[in-house]
């Protein structure tokens, strides 16, 4: 059994549902046709990371930085939510208190219609100031060059890039810290201060991974799902949603 009770029966209140930690990464997104970025067909194989996701990147060229965005909002706004999203979304119904954790900046999440999702590297449907972060605007289109905020300064995309701080990490280790259940679905583990959030689960909190190469990339302790988001998540939460228990299968 990859999951059991966990030791201390946190969850064994009458009313309350345990509480699944679930953290995403591209993988979860690639069966609605978005790209990841590390494999051989990646964006970072298309595109220097240098020089679309990074701050000095965009000082040095702001049209180069924005349209490489404008156009990843385009695909994002086109591709739907696909089973893995959908599933995640329907145990909030029965099963699980779920807190989901991305690394992705799309919104296939929220539109597959769960209702508490933390963007660690950011948000692509959300543009900021360029000077103070703290000046936020929903975006659907492009930004152009032009753009500005309140203050008159370029608008760019709200998302993390190399280099920056991480806002929300603080608040993503609390959340893993309190999980009952911690669910990893479709990233490679490669990128800190994010992979570090597997260290702030508890040493009883049950852990598994789901991704094509789960037996390579999971750490110890970590029950490996080697499939697909599309295939595996959906099974994983038909089990736990049919026998009311956490085993994989
Ligand atoms: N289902 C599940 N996982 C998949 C699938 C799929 N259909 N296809 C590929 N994967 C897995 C790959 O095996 C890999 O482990 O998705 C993972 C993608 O890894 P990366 O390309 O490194 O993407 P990710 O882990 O999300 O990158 C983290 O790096 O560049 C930054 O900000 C960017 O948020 C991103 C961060």
């Not at 989901?100 to 900046?105: E, H, V």
Request: charged share 20%.
């Amino acid at each position: 059994m990859w999951i059991d009770e966990p030791a201390d029966g946190r969850h064994q209140d009458a009313g309350t549902l345990p509480h699944l930690v679930v953290f995403t990464g591209s993988g979860i997104s690639v069966e609605s046709g978005i790209k990841t970025f590390r494999a051989s067909d990646g964006l970072w194989e298309e595109h220097s990371v240098e020089q679309v996701a990074t701050f000095d990147g965009f000082r040095a060229d702001p049209e180069r930085v924005l349209t490489f965005y404008n156009q990843r909002r385009a695909q994002i706004c086109r591709a739907q939510p696909n089973a893995a999203h959908k599933a995640l979304a329907a145990l909030e119904q029965d099963c699980f208190n779920v807190s989901i954790i991305t690394q992705n900046i799309d919104d296939l999440h929220e539109r597959a219609g769960s209702r508490s999702v933390l963007h660690l590297h950011g948000e692509i449907l959300k543009a900021r100031s360029s000077v103070d972060a703290s000046l936020r605007y929903p975006v659907s289109g492009d930004i152009a060059l032009g753009d500005v905020c309140d203050k008159g300064s370029q608008l760019r995309p709200d998302v993390v890039w190399f280099g920056e701080s991480v806002p929300l990490f603080e608040q993503a280790c609390a959340l893993a810290s309190q999980a009952d259940f911690f669910l990893v679905v479709g990233t490679s583990l490669a990128v800190m201060p994010a992979a570090s959030l597997l260290s702030y689960i508890g040493v009883d909190t049950p852990c598994a991974l789901i991704d094509p190469d789960a037996d390579a990339l999971s750490p110890p302790g970590v029950r490996a799902i080697n499939t697909t988001a599309g295939e595996g998540v959906p099974a994983l939460v038909e089990r736990w949603r049919r026998q009311k228990n956490f085993e994989p299968g």
